[in-house]
């Protein structure tokens, strides 16, 4: 069972994760690297193609809750922004196929910005917000961003839009990966979509705590990349 972590309570600038020596799984952390690192290269301008399957004009969206065999609850998660746009995070449950996404906001960091983040191999980004507490956290409009203990902005909650639904439905086919989809433009790469999805652990410690926790390609649960929705 996971322990939720009140960043909260944090006041130095940098979060301290670790005090006594632990055990490393190598080829664990080799998975993850892998696939961060492959979001990290697509902002290096190259020749990547992505075949879009066929779908049914009727066809909604695969929005995400699932359970492993385990009981873990899963969602999916997706980081997806122009190369030189900001960044929006998405969260789908699929245990309603036909509902709009649990949580859709735009953060506060361009794209190249949190690829960079990525590139240390461990991110948590913490979303705090002091709002209405009666409503849903997921309706929180306005949230304070900390990455890896550093406050960089606010990120804000948005409704999906078309070109949401048709890149989402794009991804249909993408459980776990990181790359780019040409979504057009003038050539410089401003039509360009990058991505990271997979699949991330939710753990609720109450009405105003989420965490989420990405599962990496072999299959363990981890905290290099983490997700945490505060509320006070």
């Known amino acids: 069972m996971r322990t939720m972590v009140d960043l909260g309570r944090e006041r130095s600038s940098h979060l301290q994760i670790i005090d006594s020596p632990t055990n490393v799984d190598c080829a664990r952390e080799v998975r993850l690297r892998r696939t961060l690192r492959s979001l990290i290269e697509c902002l290096i301008p190259y020749c990547c193609t992505y075949q879009s399957p066929p779908f049914d004009q009727n066809d909604t969206i695969s929005v995400t809750s699932s359970s492993d065999q385990t009981g873990v609850l899963l969602v999916t998660g997706t980081f997806f922004g122009h190369r030189r746009g900001h960044v929006s995070f998405c969260l789908q449950d699929d245990t309603r196929p036909a509902s709009p996404p649990l949580l859709l906001v735009e953060l506060a960091v361009p794209t190249a910005a949190l690829a960079r983040e990525m590139e240390e191999g461990f991110l948590r980004i913490a979303l705090r917000s002091k709002s209405n507490r009666r409503s849903s956290i997921f309706n929180v409009p306005v949230w304070s961003m900390y990455c890896n203990g550093r406050k960089v902005g606010f990120a804000v909650r ?11 439905r794009l991804m249909k086919s993408v459980s776990v990966g990181a790359g780019v989809i040409p979504v057009g433009g003038n050539g410089d790469g401003d039509g360009e979509m990058l991505y990271l999805r997979a699949k991330f652990e939710r753990v609720t410690g109450s009405s105003d705590s989420e965490s989420f926790h990405m599962v990496n390609t072999g299959g363990s649960y981890g905290q290099e990349l983490s997700i945490f929705l505060l509320r006070s």
């Open 158 to 168: 948005r409704e999906i839009t078309e070109n949401d639904v048709g890149f989402l």
